[in-house]
């Protein structure tokens, strides 16, 4: 069954440490790939996609992610988090050769502590 | 420019009635797809409908029904309302089918008492 797997439901972070957030996806052919942020009462924000080629990708408000094949994951990474990146994190798939749908996973919510 | 907008942002519904949810897309997108929050989950897919036809539907049930308007703006109905349906519900727009330029409304919050 398709799936994508965000294991961390909850981190917390110090203001200026590195972050990575997981996600794993499970499907017949490598998706297109994305991560979103929510903060609260929000909607959705694109920090950044994949969809082939180089398989560390650069988004905005310095984050980037790396795609690897093998483990079948998409973490994202931000060398220096800032006060203001305290939000939900939701990585997302859509099928290169199925639904046209975004299909979301249970999302990470960050915590940045001083 | 205008992003996606939503209306209402907030609205409280008893169990059993009706509610209609509206989104108006960025102009010049043509897709409008609808999704479901619950709270402390990812959003679920519910429709995506493009040029005024349905392209995609969820695992919903038929209390679900939505449809696009000549201006591309688009209603998501929900009857028969539920406690369960009390959830975030998001709309998003994007220029072609494929939702990989999908841009996000703020949502609209729907409360079933």
Known sequence: AQSVTQPDIHITVSEGASLELRCNYSYGATPYLFWYVQSPGQGLQLLLKYFSGDTLVQGIKGFEAEFKRSQSSFNLRKPSVHWSDAAEYFCAVVSPSGANNLFFGTGTRLTVIP | ?113
């Open chain 2, 1 to 113: 420019d205008a992003g996606v907008t939503q209306s209402p942002t907030h609205l409280i519904k008893t169990r059993g009635q009706h509610v209609t949810l509206r989104c108006s897309p960025i102009s010049g997108h043509k897709s409008v797809s609808w999704y479901q929050q619950v709270l402390g989950q990812g959003p679920q897919f519910i429709f995506q409908y493009y040029e005024k036809e349905e392209r995609g539907r969820g695992n919903f049930p038929d209390r679900f029904s939505a449809r696009q308007f000549p201006n591309y703006s688009s209603e998501l109905n929900v009857n028969a309302l539920l406690l369960g349906d009390s959830a975030l519900y998001l709309c998003a727009s994007s220029f072609r089918p494929l939702n990989t330029e999908a841009f996000f409304g703020q949502g609209t919050r729907l409360t079933v008492v």
